[in-house]
């Protein structure tokens, strides 16, 4: 089957710096996306990944090796608005997109 | 980023109405549209995919009768929930895919909320 793990929560400190992390079982790989997602709104494309490495845009960097079936979102300076759900997804061999649950980053002052 | 417009971004509609909810990708042609369905605190859940000048194709338990999918031309697709119910009232994401040579990028609308009473 398919499977893309990320956790569930993070709780992490204004101005400080958090990885999120997410690990993929896919058939076929076409590229991983990163999307953000406040309650009660839709979500917004972050970032999205085909070749390994790190790809920097801004205070938010993705990260990813199609080996290891792994990819994290970095993101820096966090500021209190970065509050928000992170969806992981993988689009597979039939460019069907293959979600993770999300994980819920909460910022604290 | 591309941008991805819905309308109507809320809706109250008596129950056994039908309700039209159109999605725009507005800087971009999108062979491949997307809706979405999600309950508060609960996870995206696809609906359906739309291909341009094709019939949808749709998730497995999604009624299709119900939630009538067009889409009419490579800027434009429209969800019609049918006779809806107080069931059916929930956020309803429309997403489109823009293909730039090997790269396959997927942007959403802002959502159409919708009630039933």
């Known amino acids: 089957g398919q499977n893309i793990d990320q956790p569930t929560e993070m709780t992490a400190t204004e101005g400080a710096i958090v990885q999120i992390n997410c690990t993929y079982q896919?058939?076929?790989?076409?590229?991983l996306f990163w999307y953000q997602q406040h309650a009660g709104e839709a979500p917004t494309f972050l970032s999205y990944n085909v070749l390994d490495g790190l790809e920097e845009k801004g205070r938010f960097s993705s990260f990813l090796s199609r080996s290891k079936g792994y990819s994290y979102l970095l993101l820096k300076e966090l500021q209190m608005k970065d509050s928000a759900s992170y969806l992981c997804a993988v689009l597979d061999s039939n460019y069907q997109l293959i979600w993770g649950a999300g994980t819920k980053l909460i910022i604290k002052p | 980023g591309a941008v991805v417009s819905q309308h109507p971004s809320w809706v109250i509609c008596k129950s056994g109405t039908s309700v039209k909810i159109e999605c725009r990708s507005l800087d971009f042609q999108a062979t491949t549209m997307f809706w979405y369905r999600q309950f508060p605190k609960q996870s995206l859940m696809l609906m359906a995919t739309?291909?341009?000048?094709?019939?949808?194709?749709?998730e497995q338990g999604v009624e299709k009768d119900k939630f009538l999918i067009n889409h009419a031309s490579l800027t434009l697709s429209t969800l019609t929930v049918t006779s809806a119910h107080p069931e059916d009232s929930s956020f309803y994401i429309c997403?489109?895919?823009?293909?730039?040579?090997?790269?396959?990028?997927?942007?959403f609308g802002p959502g159409t909320r919708l009630t039933v009473t």
């Open positions: 739309s291909n341009e000048g094709s019939k949808a194709t749709y």
């Open positions: 896919t058939s076929g790989f076409n590229g």
């Open positions: 997403s489109a895919r823009r293909i730039s040579g090997d790269s396959y990028e997927q942007y």
